[in-house]
C-alpha cells in the first residue's frame, strides 16, 4: 500500500539523535534519543539560522566577527536558535530518572553537555533540511541516558 504525500501547514518530524560523549579511559560512548525537528522552508531557516553574505566584503566582516567568538558565545547562540527549530525529545533523562523536558534544553545547550548535544543536534537539523538519512534510525533505547556531569 502506497503512503499518501500529506502537504502539512507547520510539518514536524520525530529524528533520531545521537550524542558522543567523553567517557572514562579516553573513549567516546554514544547516547541516543528521539528529537521532535521542526520542517521548515530554506526562507524560514534563513530567518532563524544566521547566514553568511554573498558580498566578498560582507563575508569578510563575518569571518572576523566569526573568529573572534568564543565557544560560549556559539553555545549561548545555540540556546537561543535551537529551541525554535527541536521543540521535544524522547529519552532523554534525568539522573534520579524520569524525563527531562524540552523546556531545559537552553540550559543543557550551556552546561557540561553544551558542545556535544549542540553537534548532534545540529547534525540532526541538516539530515532534516537537506534531506540525508539519519545515521541510525532506532532512536532511543531504554536505559540509555547520559551519566551526570558528577559520576566522570
Known amino acids: 500500500m502506497q503512503t499518501q504525500f500529506v502537504i502539512e501547514r507547520e510539518p514536524v518530524v520525530t529524528w ?5 560523549l567523553p567517557r572514562p579511559g579516553g573513549r567516546i560512548e554514544p547516547f541516543r534519543f528521539v528529537a521532535v ?9 534563513e530567518t532563524i539560522i544566521p547566514a553568511h553574505g554573498a558580498d566578498d566584503d560582507v563575508a569578510a566582516a563575518q569571518d572576523a566577527e566569526i573568529q573572534r567568538r568564543t565557544l560560549r558565545d556559539v553555545l549561548a547562540d545555540n540556546a537561543r536558535v535551537l529551541p525554535r527549530l527541536i521543540t521535544g525529545w524522547q529519552g532523554v533523562t534525568a539522573p534520579a530518572g524520569g524525563d527531562v523536558p524540552i523546556a ?10 553544551g558542545r556535544a548535544l549542540s553537534v548532534a543536534l545540529w547534525r540532526a537539523i ?3 533540511r537537506y534531506g540525508i538519512p539519519a545515521e541510525q534510525t532506532p532512536g532511543a533505547a531504554e536505559g540509555n541516558s547520559a551519566p551526570s556531569p558528577a559520576a566522570g
Open 16 to 20: 533520531p539523535v545521537t550524542v558522543e
Open 37 to 45: 525537528v521542526r520542517v521548515l522552508s530554506e526562507d524560514e531557516y
Open 104 to 113: 531545559e534544553l537552553p540550559a543543557v545547550l550551556t552546561g557540561p553537555y
Open 126 to 128: 541538516h539530515q532534516v
